[in-house]
């Protein structure tokens, strides 16, 4: 007699994915909503990130409340002004065992909305605070690799991922030098980004993660639209066709680098 389940039954569902890097609350639509979405595509996990106090308060408060939701405390550079009014409640957030990383910090020098001078001493503490914590560092880099890559020579033990990593495989290359993982959002998707895509069929693949940075950037087919955790699923695919493995080879890989960079996830 057979007994065939529907276990047995060939798996046409995607491969799990992990969205290494959103910001639920930013959006119109509600977390939970955004999240069974995404749920439906195949993604199993969200990092949710905090970018000055409150956001860090409101990523930690729904980490409790959302299943596979974990979160990361931190002052985004074009906010570096703040550091000494919001430092002490991410420090206190980045203790939460819900907490998975320290950041998102670094530097943006295509906004300018801080002195390149208060990004780095902001940037530093997140560096020193993740030490401390033994926890990964979300770093953000926006026109700003020399100045990035050299904060992080000097602090070689750092765990850094470069979210929505823009550069080409020069810039590839230097990160992974420095024991960065790369993570790659929406840009990959776009036409002009050939440099970019080079970059993400160069990187190894135990340094490869995916995210959306949502509700920005969303890929290629969704531009002008709000973006959210379940076209993490298109990122993935464009991840896969670049390095020519199978789509669930590549959201197998990217979710098993996630699990291991960030800790609990
Ligand atoms: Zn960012
Ligand atoms: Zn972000």
Same mark, same amino acid.
């Given at each position: 007699? =057979?007994?065939?389940?529907v276990?047995d039954?060939? *798996? ?14 930013h ?8 999240i069974?979405?995404? +749920? ?7 990092? *949710? ?6 956001? $860090?308060?409101?990523?930690r408060? +729904?980490?409790h409340?959302l299943?596979?939701?974990?979160? #990361?405390?931190?002052?985004h550079?074009? $906010?570096?002004?703040q /550091? ?11 203790? *939460?065992p ?6 998102e910090t ?5 906004? *300018? ?9 902001a940037?530093e503490r997140? !560096?020193d /605070?993740?030490?401390?914590?033994d ?9 700003? &690799?020399?100045?990035? &890559?050299e904060? /992080?020579?000097s ?5 850094a991922v470069l979210?929505? &990593? ?5 810039e ?6 420095l024991?960065?993982? !790369? $993570? &790659?959002?929406?840009?990959? #998707?776009?036409?002009?980004?050939? =440099? ?7 990187? %190894?693949?135990?340094r490869? !993660?995916v995210? #959306?940075? $949502? %509700?920005?950037?969303p890929?290629q ?10 076209l993490?699923r298109?990122?993935?695919?464009? /991840?896969? @066709? ?7 080879a590549?959201a197998?890989?990217?979710t098993?680098?996630?699990r @291991?960079t960030?800790?609990?996830?």
């Amino acid at each position: 007699m =057979d007994h065939r389940t529907v276990d047995d039954e060939p *798996d046409v569902r995607p491969a799990p994915v992990i969205d290494t890097h959103c910001h639920l609350g930013h959006g119109e639509e509600e977390p939970g909503t955004l999240i069974d979405r995404a +749920r439906a595509r195949g993604v199993v996990a969200w990092v *949710d990130v905090g970018i000055d106090a409150t956001t $860090s308060v409101a990523a930690r408060a +729904r980490s409790h409340a959302l299943a596979n939701v974990r979160f #990361t405390a931190g002052l985004h550079p074009c $906010s570096a002004d703040q /550091l000494d009014d919001d430092w002490a409640t991410i420090e206190i957030c980045a203790l *939460d065992p819900q907490c998975v990383a320290v950041g998102e910090t670094g530097f943006d020098f295509y906004w *300018d909305r801080s002195t390149p001078a208060r990004q780095r001493e902001a940037f530093e503490r997140h !560096l020193d /605070l993740a030490r401390r914590l033994d926890k990964p560092v979300v770093v953000h880099c926006r026109d700003a &690799f020399d100045a990035t &890559f050299e904060v /992080l020579e000097s602090h070689r033990d750092a765990r850094a991922v470069l979210h929505c &990593f823009a550069g080409g495989v020069d810039e590839a290359r230097r990160a992974l030098d420095l024991g960065c993982m !790369l $993570s &790659f959002a929406g840009p990959l #998707t776009y036409p002009r980004s050939d =440099d970019l895509r080079a970059a993400a069929a160069f990187s %190894p693949e135990d340094r490869i !993660l995916v995210e #959306t940075d $949502s %509700p920005f950037l969303p890929p290629q087919g969704y531009r002008g639209q709000r973006n959210e955790p379940a076209l993490v699923r298109e990122v993935v695919k464009e /991840l896969a @066709r670049v390095r020519g493995i199978a789509e669930d080879a590549a959201a197998d890989r990217t979710t098993a680098n996630a699990r @291991r960079t960030f800790r609990g996830l």
